[in-house]
């Protein structure tokens, strides 16, 4: 069975940056498509694909919103995963999970079966 576990969040102030870690156990980074998504407070928001990246085929994709500010990347030695963020904004503020799946980079949350429990982003203004 897969095993994710993030790290990395906390709180920080408009504008600034963070990185985030997927740590994954039991893959192969060869046969897994690895994704981050992030869920904001409140009643009614659903989870959203923010990143993903697949190195069996090289496919990387960015939710919209976070394109030019978020980059995706991987140590696959280490079968680490990392979301850097710069330019935080309120907006990103949310519980951020890492999600694995055997098929291919997608930002679409049915498509993971395997997901980390996630990691508290805030971003104050």
């Known amino acids: 069975e897969v095993q994710l576990v993030e790290s990395g969040g906390g709180s920080v102030q408009n504008g600034e940056s963070l990185r985030l870690s997927c740590a994954a156990s039991?893959?192969?980074?060869?046969?897994?498509?690895i994704g981050w998504f992030r869920q904001a407070p409140g009643p009614g928001k659903e989870r959203e694909g923010v990143s993903c990246f697949s190195k069996g085929d090289g496919a990387i994709d960015y939710a919209d919103s976070v394109k030019g500010r978020f980059t995706i990347s991987s140590d696959a030695a280490k079968n680490l995963v990392y979301l850097e963020m710069a330019g935080l904004k309120p907006e990103d503020t949310g519980v951020y999970y890492c999600?694995?799946?055997?098929?291919?980079?997608?930002?679409?949350?049915?498509?993971?079966?395997?997901w980390g429990q996630g990691t508290q982003v805030t971003v104050s203004s």
């Open positions: 039991r893959i192969n980074f060869d046969d897994y498509a």
């Open positions: 999600a694995a799946t055997p098929y291919f980079c997608s930002l679409t949350v049915p498509e993971f079966g395997s």
